[in-house]
Nanobody
């Protein structure tokens, strides 16, 4: 069984920073792409950033230059450094990972979500 556990959300003032972490655990053989999504109230879940196993990254236009995604393959962990936060960044942030388990089945897994609120 595979689990993704997120941490690092919270309340921050506009212009502030937060760092999210997501650790994968369980019966894992390989982790491919890892990413962060977010869902604001009344809106669809959207991709924020993604990083491949080789380190290539892609970002939503709305966060380019402010957010940085990175990963530590030895720790099966992906991070999202969020700087210059804006009220419109307020959302529940979800971690996603493409993982092959020991049963050789490959699939997408989601974390439970962590709330990020940007407000003065």
């Amino acid at each position: 069984q595979v689990q993704l556990v997120e941490s690092g959300g919270g309340l921050v003032q506009p212009g502030g920073s937060l760092r999210l972490s997501c650790a994968a655990s369980g019966s894992i053989v390989s982790i491919y792409a890892m990413g962060w999504y977010r869902q604001a109230p009344g809106k669809q879940r959207e991709l924020v950033a993604v990083i491949t196993s080789g380190g290539s990254t892609n970002y939503a236009d709305s966060v380019k230059g402010r957010f940085t995604i990175s990963r530590d393959n030895a720790k099966n962990t992906v991070y999202l450094q969020m700087n210059s936060l804006k009220p419109e960044d307020t959302a529940v942030y979800y971690c996603n990972a493409d993982i092959r388990g020991v049963n050789r089945v490959r699939g997408g897994y989601w974390g439970q979500g962590t709330q990020v609120t940007v407000s003065s």
